[in-house]
């Protein structure tokens, strides 16, 4: 029999600031032969996620870091080549943490079984998938609810776009910030949502103001610095504020000093919640079953940005720190 060959992308070196492409290398392994209670799959598309780069420092935090000389992993679609478990057959589709490589062996209990309906399968790495799964969680966090005035920041992204309309779906008015006019219309045209601006056409406090003259109840964090400090100044007393993540400060080499209006916190009395969506994986099947159902109901649109081979896996990584995603980026495998 011949031997069964796996491409696979394995981090070289850790990143000093923005990675580039030297951080990585492309390497070719033989995949072992499948034993009792074990499945072989073949990944689709694979997801690359801005919270990957925090994974290339040597420091503790709340998932290990990614070792060097070894292969990344990340959320992953793919097809059921082989089975030697009963939980699954040739042809199931299932989603893993197994990305970054184009087969894998794993156990049962390492892959989740999705439908093959749903189409396109990516569709399982983003509106449906963890993307999708952290801005739903993010607005249960706050209780964002019918009324409300919601900003969101890095609103074109995986996770921005998806908790635009989801809040849309809640009688939210929502508003978000965006890199490019390209994306601005995204927002505004197929996402629905009531007014985007482009956050690098003026200062971001200014445009603000102009959308909610009266101020907003709920800022959706993605970003970070200059734009949490507006949203800070933006926000009505007793508001709340959503931490998703941080994209501006990740490749910063040194921490940046925190908001000067900090003191907002106190003074309108804020409520300002961080969040990791793993926590919340005993809630996956209520997400799957509500957000699943706006999606196949055509209420909730998946946008992506797809780049062709695991050979372009590591530019389609570095092009999420460069704006070059509209909705959720991921590569296709196959």
Excluded at 19 to 42: C, G, Y
Excluded at 49 to 54: L, N, S, V, W
């Amino acid at each position: 029999m011949a031997k069964l060959m796996s491409r696979e992308i394995r981090l070289a070196s850790r990143p000093s600031g923005l990675p580039t492409a030297v951080n990585f290398t492309l390497a070719s392994t033989e995949v072992a032969p499948l034993r009792d209670q074990e499945v072989l799959v073949r990944n689709r598309f694979m997801s690359v996620d801005p919270y990957m780069r925090g994974r290339m420092n040597d420091w503790k935090s709340y998932i290990p870091p990614f070792e060097l000389g070894k292969t990344l992993d990340g959320g992953a679609v793919g097809e059921v080549i082989e089975s030697r478990a009963k939980e699954f057959k040739p042809g199931d589709a299932v989603i893993s943490n197994f990305g970054w490589r184009e087969y894998f062996i794993a156990s049962p209990k390492e892959l989740h079984a999705v439908s093959r309906e749903v189409q396109p399968l990516s569709v399982y790495l983003g509106a449906l998938g963890m993307t999708g799964m952290t801005a739903w969680v993010g607005l249960n966090l706050v209780e964002v609810k019918a009324g409300d005035v919601i900003f969101i920041s890095g609103a074109a992204g995986a996770v921005g776009s998806v908790a635009g309309q989801l809040a849309k779906l809640r009688g939210c008015r929502v508003i978000g910030s965006a890199g490019s006019m390209e994306k601005v219309l995204f927002l505004r045209e197929e996402c629905g949502f009531d007014s985007a601006f482009n956050y690098k056409a003026g200062p971001i406090l200014e445009q603000l103001n102009d959308e909610t003259p009266d101020g907003i109840d709920v800022y959706f964090d993605n970003v970070g610095g200059e734009t949490l400090e507006a949203a800070l100044s933006a926000l009505r007393e007793h508001g709340r504020i959503i931490v998703c993540g941080g994209i501006s400060g990740y490749n910063e080499e040194k921490l940046r000093p925190g908001p000067s209006n900090l003191f907002n916190m106190i003074t309108k009395r804020l409520t300002m919640k961080g969040m990791i969506v793993r926590d919340w994986l005993d809630r996956q099947d209520e997400f799957e079953k509500e957000v699943g159902g706006y999606f196949q109901a055509g209420k909730l649109k998946h946008k992506e940005t797809v780049a062709e081979g695991i050979d372009n896996a590591v530019d389609a990584f570095l092009g999420l720190f460069q704006g070059q995603n509209v909705g959720k980026m991921v590569v296709n495998l196959v």
